[in-house]
């Protein structure tokens, strides 16, 4: 069981690490250019993508994107309860 924990806790910190480095990239500039900046942006906005439509919906934020903290809260929440399974 421990290395099932171990597993889920790595799997759950790469997509954390992913999603902030996302944030990251959003501060500096958009640089589609960039390789690097596109599998970020292909490998978390399946991610974000209900996260923004739900934000959408309630019409909280206005202009900003709340969804990266709203997606890393629940990953949080879902991985500790997942960990206690």
Do not use: C
């Amino acid at each position: 069981m421990n290395a099932i924990n171990q597993t889920v806790a790595y799997f759950f910190q790469l997509i954390y690490l992913f999603v902030m480095i996302r944030i990251i990239l959003s501060w500096v500039g958009r640089g589609f250019d960039n390789q690097f900046t596109r599998i970020i942006y292909q490998l978390t906005e399946p991610l974000l993508a209900p996260f923004r439509n739900l934000q959408h919906r309630l019409g909280v934020g206005g202009q900003l994107d709340f969804s990266p903290i709203m997606l890393l809260l629940t990953l949080q929440f879902i991985s500790s309860f997942i960990r206690k399974l």
